[in-house]
C-alpha cells in the first residue's frame, strides 16, 4: 500500500455529505474525465499549480499525507460527531482512484468508532470495490448516464464496471444513494429520464437524488488554464427538473433533487 495519498482539501464543517457534522476529505485524482467537471483541480493524481486570486499567485493544489496525519485532523471534531451523529465523509476526485490507502483509512477511522461516508463514481475492479465498501457506513453512488455509448463519450470510460459495482452495492445491501448529475445536452430530457427510471427498476432501485448542473466550477478552469465546455451552458434550476422527477416517480421511484 502506498504510505501517502494526494489529497487537496479536507473541509470542516460539512453539513451536506451525510448525517450530522461532517469532515469530508478530498482525494485528488479521477480515471474519468466528465467535460462538465466542477472540480478540475481534482482530475490528475498529483499536486499541480493553480493560479490564486487572493494571493495574486499561483499556489499548489494537493499534498501527500500519511493516514496518521488525516486521522489526526479529522479527529480534532470527534467531539461534533458524537453529538450531531455526523463523521467523516471521503469525497474527490474519486476516493478509488487510491482505493488501498482509502479503504484502510476508512478501516481505522470505523475502529475509532466513526460513521464513514463516501462519495464515488463507482469506477473500479470489482474486487478492490468490495473491499472498499466494507468500511463504508453510507455510500454516494454517483450513475451518469443509462448507456454505455454515451457514457463513455462524456466521461472517457465505460458504463459497465460502474454498473457492475452498483450491482454489488445493492447485493450486499450497503447503505446506499444513487445521484443523478443532471446535465444539459447529455444525460436531461424526457427520453434519458424515461431510461433512467427503466434502468433502475431493472436494478430494483427505488430511491434516487438528482443534482442539476451549477457554474460552480467555472472559473477554476481559467485559474488552471484550462478549456471549459460549458462555459456558455446556463445552470439548472431546481424547477427546471420537474419532468425528471414526475418521470422517476411514476416509475415508482422515489426522487429528491438536492
Given at each position: 500500500?502506498?504510505?501517502?495519498?494526494?489529497?487537496?482539501?479536507?473541509?470542516?464543517?460539512?453539513?451536506?455529505?451525510?448525517?450530522?457534522?461532517?469532515?469530508?476529505?478530498?482525494?485528488?485524482?479521477?480515471?474519468?474525465?466528465?467535460?462538465?467537471?466542477?472540480?478540475?483541480?481534482?482530475?490528475?493524481?498529483?499536486?499541480?499549480?493553480?493560479?490564486?486570486?487572493?494571493?495574486?499567485?499561483?499556489?499548489?493544489?494537493?499534498?501527500?499525507?500519511?493516514?496518521?496525519?488525516?486521522?489526526?485532523?479529522?479527529?480534532?471534531?470527534?467531539?461534533?460527531?458524537?453529538?450531531?451523529?455526523?463523521?467523516?465523509?471521503?469525497?474527490?476526485?474519486?476516493v478509488l482512484y487510491q482505493a488501498?490507502?482509502?479503504?484502510?483509512?476508512?478501516?481505522?477511522?470505523?475502529?475509532?468508532?466513526?460513521?464513514?461516508?463516501?462519495?464515488?463514481?463507482?469506477?473500479?475492479?470489482?474486487?478492490?470495490?468490495?473491499?472498499?465498501?466494507?468500511?463504508?457506513?453510507?455510500?454516494?453512488?454517483?450513475?451518469?448516464?443509462?448507456?454505455?455509448?454515451?457514457?463513455?463519450?462524456?466521461?472517457?470510460?465505460?458504463?459497465?464496471?460502474?454498473?457492475?459495482?452498483?450491482?454489488?452495492?445493492?447485493?450486499?445491501?450497503?447503505?446506499?444513494?444513487?445521484?443523478?448529475?443532471?446535465?444539459?445536452?447529455?444525460?436531461?430530457?424526457?427520453?434519458?429520464?424515461?431510461?433512467?427510471?427503466?434502468?433502475?427498476?431493472?436494478?430494483?432501485?427505488?430511491?434516487?437524488?438528482?443534482?442539476?448542473?451549477?457554474?460552480?466550477?467555472?472559473?477554476?478552469?481559467?485559474?488552471?488554464?484550462?478549456?471549459?465546455?460549458?462555459?456558455?451552458?446556463?445552470?439548472?434550476?431546481?424547477?427546471?427538473?420537474?419532468?425528471?422527477?414526475?418521470?422517476?416517480?411514476?416509475?415508482?421511484?422515489?426522487?429528491?433533487?438536492?
Amino acid at each position: 500500500m502506498n504510505k501517502e495519498a494526494c489529497i487537496f482539501n479536507i473541509q470542516k464543517f460539512s453539513l451536506h455529505d451525510g448525517p450530522g457534522i461532517r469532515t469530508v476529505v478530498f482525494f485528488k485524482g479521477c480515471p474519468l474525465k466528465c467535460f462538465w467537471c466542477s472540480n478540475p483541480e481534482s482530475q490528475a493524481g498529483k499536486p499541480e499549480q493553480m493560479w490564486d486570486k487572493q494571493k495574486k499567485a499561483h499556489t499548489t493544489v494537493g499534498e501527500y499525507k500519511t493516514i496518521d496525519e488525516i486521522i489526526r485532523e479529522v479527529m480534532k471534531d470527534q467531539a461534533f460527531y458524537e453529538e450531531s451523529g455526523g463523521g467523516v465523509t471521503l469525497s474527490g476526485g474519486e476516493v478509488l482512484y487510491q482505493a488501498e490507502f482509502a479503504t484502510e483509512l476508512l478501516r481505522q477511522l470505523k475502529d475509532k468508532g466513526i460513521h464513514t461516508a463516501s462519495e464515488t463514481t463507482g469506477f473500479a475492479r470489482n474486487d478492490v470495490f468490495r473491499k472498499f465498501i466494507e468500511q463504508v457506513d453510507l455510500l454516494y453512488f454517483d450513475v451518469k448516464h443509462h448507456a454505455e455509448m454515451e457514457h463513455k463519450a462524456g466521461t472517457g470510460v465505460s458504463l459497465q464496471p460502474i454498473l457492475n459495482n452498483l450491482k454489488t452495492a445493492l447485493e450486499l445491501q450497503q447503505h446506499l444513494v444513487v445521484r443523478i448529475p443532471v446535465i444539459p445536452n447529455f444525460n436531461d430530457g424526457r427520453e434519458n429520464a424515461k431510461e433512467f427510471a427503466k434502468l433502475f427498476n431493472e436494478l430494483g432501485i427505488t430511491n434516487v437524488e438528482l443534482l442539476p448542473f451549477h457554474q460552480f466550477g467555472e472559473q477554476k478552469y481559467t485559474f488552471l488554464d484550462r478549456e471549459y465546455e460549458m462555459k456558455d451552458i446556463p445552470q439548472l434550476h431546481t424547477e427546471e427538473l420537474d419532468y425528471f422527477k414526475t418521470i422517476l416517480e411514476e416509475q415508482q421511484i422515489a426522487c429528491h433533487v438536492h
